[in-house]
């Protein structure tokens, strides 16, 4: 009896060491282990029983806490990494922004873990979204915060899309100036897919403030293509005295192309200009502040969020 | 703001025909005086070799010439013996001994090792094309590779041949007049070689009739100049450990003296030196120290078995001094500084080593605890200038930190540092050159914005000197701030070790630009803004210009006076590598290569 007893105590100061040393793995085994030996306390007569009961009830308790913390734990990093590296796009919930809502049960690209992996680590080549640095465990840790967004409520968007059709091609005019599918113009961006690109929240406040986020940098130059599609404002003055604006095609050290709003695209070297300025932050696209009422908003952004390249 | 390229530069080209004018005249002049030194100073034996290795009619006539000794003299076994020696001593004469690199700034018709000269200079003193007819410059040839991957190789030319590694492990020799290759050598990659940031080679050495270049997989190979047949391959390090090697290695005396890379992958760095005849390592200089050594007491624990300090590009040499100048790169890991607390020599330092015996004369410490990687490995250049009414022999460097630095070469003193592109993290140096660190500007897990950003102020890119100039030109990135973070990062023998990285920040507008610097001080001359980020040296010459490539594919020529631009090709894809200089039959050639091509220009 007094060997049971002294056995049972020094399992339990055993069992807490390790578990107080060890990794997750190594916790959920001895805790496997300890409750063998509570099945074996059973045994017992009913005064150690008791105490054993209490005992080991209690470091169970103690153990299932410690799990879920440390469960908690292991997507604690992820959060702080995505808070980090992945929120300023994405939005601090993942709610989307200029990047797309990550809060989906089911992602677009990145269907399952390895995919979501390989997509964080390389990028999405063609778009804004640059390859991570990071080492691969923060990588999965990112990953694995990604996917719990998705377990939240999806975004709601109380707009009805088949009215927001109507709307954008009637009142807001707006395949004027963008495109769909191959149809309407191409001096601001296509639409074809934007649902995947941005959030609902953008939207909205792209069409009531269009230059509230118009992308400023060329840091991303592209070696073969040039700079990334970003729409910026140029107005230039050509030696022979011709005034001429559009969004920027493509740029180099020598050379300028640019698209006017008629669709004419224009080419230069930049010796043949006399002036070139480039109008960082603004945007040719009128506010639809006016021209929507609140209810015509949320269709037309039920509309643009329906858009997502499928047939 | 300012757009990169501004227009303003242009237009003022044609405001001054008479200063053109006069300069053309003073380059037609020199250029006039420069074909009569050349004649002068090749030999005539070597210049007989030369006319029948590069022309087919000179060749045809000294076959004739010969046959017909043979007929004539065919019953004088004297003068038929002295032909056959004339036969065999031919090939003998087109080597590159030793005295010829040390030289090399006398024969300005070849291009003898990595930076053109053993100063680092990349300077060619060729002057037939200058600032007045730069505008006439038209492609000769172009070669393709066969390979994937882009080019960035500094090719080496002597005697009307063009010898240039492609990507990672084939080397070419190229008839420079028609661009055909006379031979190739290839060899296999192990499928199993890490890369952080491609698999590029950068060119290699010649030492008497033999082509060295490192591989890759850390292997130093040696090559018969004529043929291209492997004499021997030597293993540098063990590649499965992240050790690899992408610079031109530079022959000295009877010694390859190479570098390795792998700063990215926890190594342990060193610069090797190889008998030139055997492959036999004379000797190495480790570039972090191990227990005992003097510099271990500034790596923590045993931090120093991981601590990098790679040698990934290519040194220069003083003959006068016997010392060899190589740049050392980032401890490692490279954004992440907890576990190697201390200055962590010898990285980001410039070594000064004995020659003959790797043994170490001084160092000088860029960034001590470096955790921006900002290697030192930048080219040194070699000059002699007075400072402070004081006759010294100095080296510089343009370093990735974004200062431009000055130091004595016979002492390592530190005589004084600029910045050359905008710097957020150092407050100036000490009397001792010791950066003084401004607060927070360290990574952090969640990230600080800090200029100069990864790419550096400038980087493995060659500067250039120009001693007619008494300028120093460098491709540097101005306005570059980028997001520093740190992360935990397990060292695994072989996985990338970096704790970090750096992004983008959304707005902040970085550029390449072309920068002229007063050499003795740092102070900025001129520049030229280019558009995109750019990986490509420069080159200056005696025709007062200077001349870089670009990411867009342009091939430009600049004013090496005041930096206008004078000539530009779309080579339609990415340069990233430096030009090169060289005669062929008398005419000035520039060289470069852009995407997967080698191409070579000269005048109408």
Not at chain 1, 256 to 264: D, F, K, N, W
Not at chain 2, 155 to 162: A, C, F
Not at chain 2, 238 to 256: C, E, H
Request: proline share 6%.
């Amino acid at each position: 009896m007094r060997l049971k007893k002294v056995l049972l105590f020094s399992l339990f100061f055993i069992w807490i060491t390790i578990f107080l040393t060890s990794s997750t793995d190594a916790r959920q085994s001895t805790m496997l282990l300890l409750a063998m030996s509570h099945a074996f306390g059973i045994t017992m007569n009913a005064r150690l029983r008791l105490v054993s009961r209490c005992l080991l009830s209690t470091s169970l308790l103690l153990g299932a806490l410690w799990l879920l913390r440390a469960q908690q734990n292991e997507l604690a990093p992820g959060e702080r990494l995505f808070q980090a590296h992945c929120a300023a796009c994405h939005g601090p919930q993942g709610e989307g922004g200029r990047g797309p809502t990550l809060a989906l049960a089911n992602l677009n690209r990145g269907t399952t873990e390895p995919l979501l992996i390989n997509l964080i680590k390389g990028g999405i080549p063609g778009t804004e979204m640059p390859g991570s640095q990071l080492a691969s465990e923060e990588i999965q840790a990112i990953a694995a915060y990604v996917r719990k967004l998705g377990q939240a409520l999806p975004e709601t968007v109380s707009g009805d899309a088949t009215r927001g059709k109507q709307l954008y091609f009637t009142k807001g005019n707006c395949q004027h100036c963008h495109a769909l599918k191959g149809q309407g113009s191409g001096f601001g961006p296509d639409l074809t897919e934007i649902g995947l690109k941005r959030g609902a929240a953008h939207l909205r406040t792209s069409l009531l403030a269009p230059e509230a986020d118009v992308p400023k940098s060329f840091a991303l130059y592209r070696p073969g293509t040039g700079v990334t599609e970003n729409f910026l404002q140029v107005r230039v003055l050509t030696i022979d005295g011709r005034r001429i604006k559009g969004v920027r095609l493509n740029e180099d050290t020598f050379t300028i192309q640019l698209r006017e709003a008629s669709g004419g695209v224009h080419s230069f070297f930049k010796s043949e200009l006399s002036e070139l300025h480039k109008d960082w932050g603004k945007s040719p696209m009128p506010s639809y502040r006016a021209v929507f009422s609140k209810a015509e908003l949320d269709d037309v952004v039920a509309f643009l969020l329906s858009l997502r390249g499928e047939k | 703001m300012k757009t990169p390229g501004e227009i303003t530069q242009h237009t003022e080209i044609t405001k001054q025909p008479e200063i053109y004018r006069k300069r053309e005249r003073l380059y037609r002049k020199e250029a006039k005086r420069q074909r009569g030194k050349e004649l002068e100073r090749i030999n005539l034996p070597c210049h007989f070799a030369h006319s029948i290795l590069c022309d087919e009619k000179a060749a045809v006539a000294a076959v004739c010439c010969l046959a017909h000794s043979f007929r004539l003299f065919r019953h004088f076994r004297v003068f038929r013996n002295l032909a056959f020696i004339a036969l065999l001593a031919l090939p003998v004469l087109a080597q590159v001994p030793y005295q010829r690199i040390l030289n090399a700034d006398q024969e300005p018709g070849n291009w003898l090792t990595y930076s053109g000269n053993y100063q680092g200079h990349r300077y060619s003193p060729l002057a037939q094309i200058n600032t007045t007819n730069v505008a006439k410059l038209k492609p000769t040839w172009v070669y393709q590779v066969r390979d994937p991957g882009k080019v960035e190789t500094t090719p080496i030319v002597v005697d009307g041949v063009l010898y240039i590694t492609e990507k990672p492990h084939v080397v070419t020799a190229l008839d420079a007049r028609t661009g055909r290759p006379l031979w190739t050598y290839r060899r296999t990659t192990p499928p199993d070689v890490r890369a952080c940031c491609g698999t590029p080679n950068r060119g290699l050495a010649i030492l008497d009739d033999t082509l060295y270049f490192n591989t890759f997989d850390a292997k130093l190979v040696a090559l018969d100049l004529h043929t291209g047949k492997l004499r021997w391959e030597t293993t540098v390090a063990d590649y499965k450990l992240g050790y690899s090697m992408t610079a031109a290695p530079l022959a000295v005396k009877d010694k390859i003296i190479v570098g390795i890379a792998g700063g990215e992958f926890g190594i342990r760095g060193f610069l090797d030196a190889y008998d030139a005849k055997t492959g036999k390592r004379a000797w190495r200089f480790w570039t972090v120290p191990e227990p005992g050594e003097p510099g271990n007491e500034t790596w923590a624990g045993d931090s120093w078995k991981t601590g990098a300090a790679p040698t990934w590009v290519t040194g220069v040499y003083d003959p006068d001094l016997n010392l060899v100048y190589w740049g050392t790169g980032n401890p490692g890991p490279d954004w992440n500084g907890d576990e190697r607390a201390g200055d962590n020599l010898y990285s980001d330092c410039l070594l000064a080593l004995d020659a003959d015996t790797g043994k170490l004369k001084w160092y000088f410490q860029f960034t001590p605890h470096d955790v921006c990687d900002w290697d030192a490995t930048e080219t040194p250049v070699l000059f002699d200038a007075a400072i402070n009414g004081r006759n010294r022999k100095l080296v510089v460097m343009a370093n990735r930190n974004g200062f431009y630095y000055v130091l004595d070469r016979a002492t390592g003193e530190y005589l004084s540092a600029e910045p050359f592109v905008k710097q957020t993290w150092a407050k100036g140096m000490d009397a001792k050159g010791r950066p003084i660190r401004l607060p927070n500007t360290s990574p952090t897990p969640e990230g600080t914005l800090i200029y100069p950003g990864l790419d550096g102020g400038t980087n493995w890119q060659s500067p250039s000197y120009s001693p007619l100039q008494k300028l120093f030109y460098v491709l540097a990135r101005d306005n570059n701030g980028q997001i520093y973070f740190k992360a935990k990062t397990p060292y695994k023998p072989g996985d990338p070790f970096m704790g970090g990285g750096a992004r983008d920040l959304p707005g902040v507008e970085s550029y390449a630009v072309v920068k002229a610097l007063e050499p003795t001080t740092g102070k900025q001359k001129w520049e030229f803004k280019l558009y995109a980020p750019v990986f490509s040296g420069v080159m200056s010459t005696a025709g007062g210009l200077v001349f870089g490539g670009s990411t867009e594919g342009y091939f430009y020529a600049l004013d090496a006076a005041t930096g206008k631009p004078l000539w530009h090709f779309m080579a339609g894809a990415q340069i990233v590598t430096n030009p090169v200089s060289y005669l062929v039959n008398g005419k000035q050639h520039v060289a470069i290569t852009a995407g997967l091509s080698l191409f070579v220009f000269a005048l109408d």
